[in-house]
């Protein structure tokens, strides 16, 4: 969902950007486009330019009172479904009041009206529940009925607060909720993501698998191997298939996470004869590599930052040779033998490592600091 309102956005927008980096992290000025309409036949066509939330058209109704449609697309569906989280995102600042929904922005600090005075809001206040907040409005003055609750009541004192909207005021100003509650006229779409995410506690592996030296298949594979969520024969059973349980690399035990990951005979080969050329005595099982990566910098070893980066890197590099060549013994009966996947776990280090800028504060390279303590073949 939250791909697709970034999706969203992008197109329907105009952005500004306002500092460096990826555009699914950055930060962007809100200037959406403004006559983003849907024609008879679905299709999605963006006009002039000015404030996108108060002239969203589809067909002849405003986006904000649009209910779902067969007839409508995909697209279309997903943005409707964004309306509840917007009504919690989007603020105005009056201006002309001729871009904002009377009913469904926040433009009164009350939140939506719609959502204060309840669906009988429109014929109570006589405003229809497509207006704008100028409709509202006569000869430079508020035009409201008088108060019949407790609701319309604080509304109304709310109102004697805020000047009626006025053209010599500009366009109204849209404004974003930011990670510190406060409201802002830029859109973060980082910020934004770490507020309607699900939040779940840090594991202690995290910095094993995910680093920007990372190569995406792999981490992608080491982390479904942490959680133990590779399809190892073991789940298989216990889904009922039957499948025989030892493992295709060895022939000596039941495969499952913890085996394949080293404590296989074969594996264990492979991890082992790489890492410990950096650090003695490496362990077999993921969580205490991982502990014992990342506390490398600690004493006694003291180990330097290349050297545990390039460890990782092994860590994740050799999970993902070991599941490929798990896969093809048992899909292809094509096995290759332990020497074979040594060569070819050197030579995706040495692809990944020269693809890797010099850092400042080293005199050497990750390369070069791989070819300090590994010379292949052994």
Not at 9 to 28: C, K, V
Not at 52 to 76: A, I, N, P, Y
Not at 85 to 106: A, D, T, Y
Not at 240 to 260: F, K, M, R, Y
Request: charged share 20%; net charge positive.
């Amino acid at each position: 969902m939250y791909l697709y309102f970034v999706s969203w956005w992008r197109r329907a927008s105009r952005w500004t950007r306002t500092q460096a980096g990826d555009d699914l992290h950055g930060e962007h000025e809100l200037r959406p486009a403004t006559s983003f309409t849907v024609e008879a036949d679905d299709e999605l066509h963006c006009g002039g330019f000015g404030e996108f939330f108060g002239d969203l058209k589809t067909s002849r109704k405003s986006f904000w009172v649009l209910e779902d449609s067969q007839r409508l697309s995909r697209t279309v569906k997903c943005m409707l479904k964004l309306k509840p989280l917007l009504k919690n995102f989007l603020q105005c600042e009056i201006g002309n009041g001729k871009s904002v929904s009377f009913w469904f922005v926040n433009w009164c600090g009350l939140g939506p009206l719609i959502d204060l005075l309840g669906a009988s809001g429109p014929r109570q206040l006589r405003v229809h529940k497509d207006a704008l907040v100028s409709h509202a409005t006569l000869d430079g003055d508020w035009r409201m009925p008088a108060a019949r609750s407790n609701a319309q009541q604080l509304f109304m004192a709310k109102l004697t607060s805020i000047s009626p909207p006025n053209d010599l005021k500009g366009d109204d100003l849209f404004l974003w909720k930011r990670l510190s509650c406060t409201f802002a006229k830029f859109f973060s779409s980082k910020e934004t993501w770490q507020q309607i995410r699900h939040h779940s506690p840090l594991v202690s592996w995290h910095k094993a698998v995910w680093f920007k030296e990372a190569v995406p298949r792999y981490s992608f594979i080491a982390w479904l191997a942490f959680q133990g969520r590779l399809p190892t024969k073991d789940r298989l059973r216990s889904w009922g298939l039957d499948v025989p349980a030892s493992c295709v690399l060895c022939s000596n035990g039941i495969e499952t996470h913890h085996h394949l990951f080293f404590d296989c005979p074969f594996s264990a080969t492979i991890w082992e004869a790489f890492a410990a050329k950096f650090w003695p005595s490496p362990p077999s099982g993921l969580l205490p590599i991982s502990v014992w990566i990342l506390q490398a910098r600690s004493p006694p070893r003291a180990a330097s930052s290349q050297s545990v980066t390039i460890v990782k890197l092994i860590l994740q590099a050799a999970c993902y040779l070991i599941w490929r060549e798990r896969n093809a013994r048992i899909f292809t009966n094509d096995a290759t033998t332990s020497a074979a996947l040594q060569a070819s776990l050197d030579r995706t280090l040495r692809d990944r490592l020269l693809s890797l800028p010099g850092s400042p504060s080293s005199s050497s390279s990750l390369l070069a600091s791989y070819f300090g303590c590994i010379l292949f073949p052994f």
